[in-house]
C-alpha cells in the first residue's frame, strides 16, 4: 500500500493564499482611483444628497457597532487584548458618524460647521493609533525579526515621505493651502492606517484568521481614502469619493465579521467532531487487548478522517517513517505487511504528509511519556491533501490512542508477566512433588529389583500410594498449564488435590470447605498440601479405611484443614519412629507459623487437624538454647 | 560397617528407603527432621549425616550450621542428597563432603557413607 512518507514541507496554512493576487490588483486599483480622484479635481464626482450622507453614514454606524460588539466580546471572552483595541477603534468610528456626520446632517449644520472635518481627521487618527495599537499586540505573539523591524520602519518612513511629497506638489499647484491642522490629521490617521493593515496582514498569515485578512484589507481602502479628506474638504452633504472608498472599508469590515462568525462556526464543528471522535475512543472495549485497541482507533480515526487509518507499532522510542529516498534502515510493520523507513532521532519533525500513486497518506507519531510507540497513519485514495483541521484532529486523537495503547500494552506485559510467574511457579511444584516422587519410585523400584523374591506387599503399596500422588501431580501441572493465569487459593488447592485422589484410590473422599475460608501465604499453602497429601497417603497406606472426610475452615484467624478417616487407627503415643511421616507433617505445619495435632483410637480412625495463620508468618527458626537442650 | 546414620529429609518415603539401604549395609538409622536434627546430633553423635536440601523451615545449611554450633569440633560427615540441578553448588555451600542428586544408584550412597562414616569409639 504505502512505502514511506515523506515529510512534507510545512505548507502555507492560510486558506487565502488563492486571494493575495486579486486582492492585491483590487488594491492597486483603488488605489489609483483614489490618487487619480484626489489630484485631479476634474475627476471628481460630487453627488449633493443629504439623504445619501446620512445613510452611508447610518450604514458605517452600524458596522462600526457590529464589529464593537464581536471585538468586546473576544476581549470579554478571550481576555484578547488586541481585541480591546479594535473594539474601541470602532467604538471611535461609531462616535464619530454619530457626532460628526449624522447629527450635524440631521440638525442642518452641513454647511456651516468647519469643526466636523477637523474633528473627522482627529476621530480617525485616534482610531488608527488604537489599530496601530491593537495590530503590535496581535503582532507580539509573532516575534518580528531585525530585519522585520527594519522594514516596518522602512514602509512608514516611505509613508511618511509620499504624504510630504504629496502635500508639496498640490501645494505648488494650488494656491489655496489647506488648513495644516486640517490636512495632517487625516494625513497622520492614514499612515495609522496603513501601519495597522501591514501588521494585520501579517497576523492574518501567521494565525490562518479570516478577520485579520479583511481588517488589513479594508484599513488599506481607509487609508486612501484618508488622502481625499486631507487635500479636500467639502460640506457634510457632498457624499465625496473618501466617502466612497470609507463605505467600501466597512463593507470589508462585514466581510471580516462574517469570516470571523463562520471561522468560529467551522471550529466549533470541528470540536464537536473532535469530541465525538475522542468520545468514540473512551468507548473502546477490551482494554486489555491490544489489537481490539488497535482496531477500534483505525476505524475511529478511519470514520473521522474519511480515510483507512493504520496504527503501525515500532516498538517504544524507535520507528521514524521517511522518504523512501533518505531513508538507510526499513522498519517492517509485520500486521500490516508494510515497510517503514527509520531515520536518525529528530530528523523529521511531524506529521508527516505524502502523495503519491493517487493516495495521500497523512502520519502523526504514537507518543508517550516512555517513548515512540509507533505512529497513527491515514490514508486517503485522492490527490487533495488532508486539511489542517485534519492534521490537528489526527494528532488530537493520537495523542489520545497513544495512552490507549500504553495502557493495553502495559496490560499485555503485565499479563506476560503473570503468564512467566505462573509458569515458574509450576516449575517449582513439578520438581518439588512430580520429579521428587518419580525420582524416589525410580530408587525404590531399582532397590525392589535387586531381592524380588522378598518384595513385601506394602512395599508395592507404598508405590503405588507415589505413583498415585505422582499422577494427580502430572494432571494438575496440564491443566495448570491449559489453563488461564490464574491464582488458586489454598482452598481450591486442597480441594482439587483431594478429588483427584478420591478419584484414584478406592477410597471415598468427602471435602467440606467453609464459605469465608481466608488466603493464607504461598509458602503456607504449599506446605497445607503438602500435609493433606502425607495425611491421605497415610489414610490410603497404613488406615485401612474407605472413607475420609477433608474439612477446611475459618477458625479465629487461622486457616483450620482436618482430614479425618475411618480406619483402623493407631496408638499415637507409641512407636516414635514409625511416624517419622506425622513428624514431617508437624515440621512442616510449624515451619509456616501453624501446628498440627494428630488423634486416634485403634479401630475408630485418625484425625489429623493442622492449623496455619491466614497470613504468612516467618518463624524464628528454634535455636538449641531456646529449646532448653544445652541444660541437659 | 556399623555406626549410626542420621538421616535428615522431609519426604517419609524417601527417608524410609534410605534408612532400608543403610539398614542393610549394617548400619542404624535415625530419621529426623531438619529443625531436630541438631539435637539429635547432640543427643548421639552419628558417624555420618544423610541429609536433603530443601526442607520446610530450616534448609541443608542452616541445618549444617546448627549442628556445628551444637558439636564444632567433631561435626559429623554430611552426604548432600537433592533433585536441585546445582547440588555441586549447594554441597559447596553447605559445607557437605559428598553429594548425590536424586534419583542416585543406592550403592553410590553405601559407598560414600562406608568411605566418609567416622567409626565408633572403642
Not at chain 1, 258 to 284: C, D, F, I, K, P
Not at chain 1, 333 to 362: C, H, I, K, M, W
Request: charged share 20%; glycine share 8%.
Amino acid at each position: 500500500m504505502f512505502t514511506g512518507l515523506r515529510h512534507a514541507r510545512p505548507r502555507p496554512q492560510s486558506r487565502f493564499a488563492a486571494y493575495d493576487v486579486p486582492s492585491l490588483l483590487l488594491l492597486l486599483a483603488l488605489g489609483w482611483l483614489t490618487l487619480v480622484s484626489v489630484t485631479h479635481p476634474s475627476q471628481l464626482s460630487l453627488t449633493h444628497s443629504n439623504v445619501l450622507s446620512a445613510a452611508i453614514a447610518t450604514g458605517s454606524l452600524l458596522i462600526a457597532l457590529a464589529a464593537t460588539y464581536v471585538a468586546l466580546t473576544e476581549f470579554l471572552l478571550y481576555g484578547v487584548l488586541s481585541s480591546l483595541f479594535i473594539g474601541l477603534a470602532f467604538l471611535v468610528f461609531a462616535a464619530g458618524h454619530v457626532g460628526l456626520r449624522l447629527v450635524p446632517l440631521l440638525v442642518g449644520w452641513e454647511r456651516h460647521l468647519n469643526w466636523t472635518t477637523y474633528g473627522w481627521g482627529v476621530e480617525d487618527a485616534v482610531a488608527g493609533g488604537l489599530l496601530l495599537a491593537a495590530g503590535l499586540l496581535a503582532d507580539r505573539m509573532v516575534s518580528l525579526g531585525r530585519r522585520g523591524r527594519d522594514l516596518v520602519l522602512g514602509v512608514l518612513s516611505a509613508l511618511v515621505m509620499a504624504v510630504l511629497v504629496t502635500l508639496w506638489i498640490y501645494h505648488a499647484a494650488n494656491s489655496s493651502i489647506p488648513h495644516a491642522a486640517e490636512t495632517l490629521t487625516p494625513l497622520i490617521g492614514a499612515i495609522l492606517f496603513f501601519a495597522a493593515s501591514a501588521l494585520f496582514w501579517r497576523q492574518s498569515k501567521h494565525a490562518n484568521r479570516a478577520w485579520f485578512f479583511w481588517l488589513s484589507l479594508s484599513l488599506t481602502l481607509a487609508g486612501f481614502a484618508q488622502f481625499q479628506y486631507a487635500i479636500h474638504r467639502y460640506p457634510l452633504d457632498v457624499v465625496q469619493p473618501g466617502d466612497i472608498l470609507r463605505l467600501v472599508f466597512f463593507t470589508g469590515i462585514l466581510f471580516a465579521l462574517a469570516a470571523e462568525w463562520s471561522q468560529n462556526y467551522r471550529g466549533l464543528r470541528w470540536q464537536a467532531r473532535e469530541l465525538a471522535v475522542l468520545h468514540a475512543l473512551t468507548n473502546t472495549p477490551g482494554i486489555h487487548d491490544v489489537g481490539a485497541v488497535r482496531e477500534q482507533i483505525e476505524r475511529v480515526a478511519g470514520d473521522a478522517l474519511l480515510a483507512r487509518a493504520r496504527v503501525v507499532l515500532t516498538g517504544r522510542g524507535a520507528g521514524y517513517l521517511f522518504s523512501p529516498n533518505g531513508g538507510d534502515v526499513l522498519a517492517h510493520d509485520s500486521d500490516s505487511n508494510t515497510s517503514f523507513g527509520v531515520q536518525s532521532r529528530n530528523q523529521l519533525a511531524p506529521p508527516y504528509q505524502d502523495g503519491r500513486n493517487g493516495e495521500v497518506v497523512l502520519g502523526v507519531p504514537l507518543e508517550t511519556t516512555q517513548g515512540r510507540l509507533g505512529f497513527l497513519v491515514a490514508v486517503r485514495d485522492t490527490t487533495d491533501d488532508f486539511s489542517t483541521y485534519d492534521v490537528r484532529l489526527l494528532r488530537a486523537f493520537g495523542a489520545q490512542a497513544s495512552i490507549l495503547l500504553e495502557r493495553s500494552l502495559l496490560y499485555e506485559e503485565i499479563e506476560a508477566g503473570a503468564i512467566l510467574q505462573e509458569r515458574s511457579r509450576l516449575a517449582r511444584e513439578i520438581h518439588d512433588g512430580l520429579a521428587q516422587n518419580l525420582a524416589f519410585l525410580k530408587m525404590r523400584v531399582a532397590w525392589l529389583k535387586r531381592s524380588p523374591a522378598a518384595v513385601e506387599a506394602s512395599q508395592l503399596d507404598e508405590i503405588e500410594g507415589v505413583l498415585e500422588t505422582a499422577l494427580i501431580e502430572a494432571r494438575h501441572a496440564i491443566t495448570t498449564l491449559r489453563s488461564e493465569p490464574q491464582t488458586s487459593s489454598a482452598v481450591e488447592a486442597i480441594t482439587r488435590y483431594c478429588q483427584e485422589f478420591g478419584q484414584v484410590s478406592d477410597i471415598n473422599v468427602e471435602v467440606h470447605a467453609g464459605e469465608r475460608v481466608p488466603e493464607v501465604g504461598p509458602k503456607a499453602q504449599v506446605e497445607l498440601l503438602r500435609v493433606v497429601q502425607e495425611a491421605l497417603n497415610n489414610v490410603r497406606k497404613h488406615a485401612n479405611a474407605s472413607n475420609v472426610t477433608i474439612d477446611i475452615q475459618l477458625d479465629e484467624a487461622d486457616v483450620r484443614v482436618s482430614v479425618e478417616d475411618d480406619g483402623s487407627g493407631f496408638d499415637v503415643g507409641h512407636g516414635e519412629h514409625g511416624h517419622f511421616g506425622l513428624e514431617i507433617m508437624k515440621e512442616r505445619a510449624e515451619s509456616v507459623g501453624g501446628h498440627l495435632t494428630v488423634s486416634s483410637t485403634p479401630n475408630v480412625g485418625t484425625a489429623i487437624r493442622v492449623c496455619v495463620p491466614s497470613r504468612e508468618v516467618e518463624p524464628e527458626p528454634p535455636t538449641p538454647e531456646s529449646r532448653g537442650l544445652i541444660e541437659r | 560397617m556399623s555406626g549410626t546414620v542420621l538421616i535428615v529429609e522431609d519426604e517419609a518415603h524417601l527417608a524410609g528407603l534410605l534408612s532400608d539401604v543403610l539398614q542393610a549395609a549394617g548400619y542404624d538409622v535415625v530419621l529426623t527432621t531438619a529443625s531436630r536434627a541438631a539435637d539429635r546430633v547432640l543427643e548421639s553423635p552419628p558417624s555420618a549425616i544423610v541429609m536433603d536440601y530443601l526442607m520446610p523451615g530450616l534448609n541443608g545449611a542452616q541445618v549444617v550450621d546448627r549442628i556445628r554450633q551444637v558439636v564444632p569440633n567433631s561435626p559429623p560427615p554430611v552426604i548432600l542428597v537433592t533433585g536441585l540441578s546445582n547440588a555441586r553448588e549447594l554441597a559447596t555451600k553447605v559445607g557437605a563432603d559428598a553429594y548425590l542428586r536424586k534419583p542416585f544408584d543406592v550403592d553410590k550412597l553405601v559407598n560414600l557413607v562406608n568411605r566418609l562414616a567416622k567409626q565408633p569409639e572403642g
